[in-house]
T-cell receptor
């Protein structure tokens, strides 16, 4: 069946460190892939997306590349800031019918100065 | 546009009572989604509407849950005979047909059943 697996947190990094949050999926066909972010006290926001293989989504210094061969969509940022502290969710839309976003469990990131 | 609005922000109710939540989507968005999120988990899909038609319901949505979207505008989610396990954040999101996966979320309604 269709599923998404996301790296468990929490992740604690020092400012300017490199960030990777792993996300893999299992699907029949090729999903569209999204990363959402939830800052403390705020609603979920779309961070970036990729809709086909080898696409790279990017926003606010974050990047993720749709890797069909490894069924992955890992989130990366070269130099994190304290303001990046949030919970990050990987969320595919699987290709069957009109299915909505399916969210991973989330990874909490804390960046310390 | 002020985004997706949810009301109330917080609701505390006694077990066995009925509660109703409201969601006002972005006006030009014809799709509306309800999710539930518990502490430390990702949002779980409950149901969604395209205009006024309810197109899909999760198995999580027991008979005690009902959702409506009259006239394809705002939506309500009602929980009858609430149980402690219903305590969660209830999230509403909206999107246009062509923005597949690009949802705008509201701030949620936090339900506590005591």
């Amino acid at each position: 069946g269709n599923s998404v697996t996301q790296m468990e947190g929490p992740v604690t990094l020092s400012e300017e460190a490199f960030l990777t949050i792993n996300c893999t999926y299992t699907a029949t066909g090729y999903p569209s892939l999204f990363w959402y972010v939830q800052y403390p006290g705020e609603g979920l926001q779309l961070l970036l997306k990729a809709t086909k293989a080898d696409d790279k989504g990017s926003n606010k210094g974050f990047e993720a590349t749709y890797r069909k061969e490894t069924t992955s969509f890992h989130l990366e940022k070269g130099s994190v800031q304290v303001s990046d502290s949030a919970v990050y969710f990987c969320a595919p839309i699987f290709p069957s019918g009109n299915t909505p976003l399916v969210f991973g469990k989330g990874t909490r990131l804390s960046v310390i100065a | 546009d002020t985004g997706v609005s949810q009301d109330p922000r917080h609701k505390i109710t006694k077990r066995g009572q009925n509660v109703t939540f409201r969601c006002d989507p972005i006006s030009e968005h014809n799709r509306l989604y309800w999710y539930r999120q518990t502490l430390g988990q990702g949002p779980e899909f409950l149901t969604y509407f395209q205009n006024e038609a309810q197109l899909e319901k999760s198995r999580l949505l027991s008979d005690r849950f009902s959702a409506e979207r009259p006239k394809g505008s705002f939506s309500t989610l009602e929980i009858q005979r609430t149980e402690q396990g219903d305590s969660a954040m209830y999230l509403c999101a909206s999107s246009r047909d062509r923005d597949r996966g690009g949802y705008t979320f509201g701030s949620g309604t936090r339900l506590t059943v005591v």
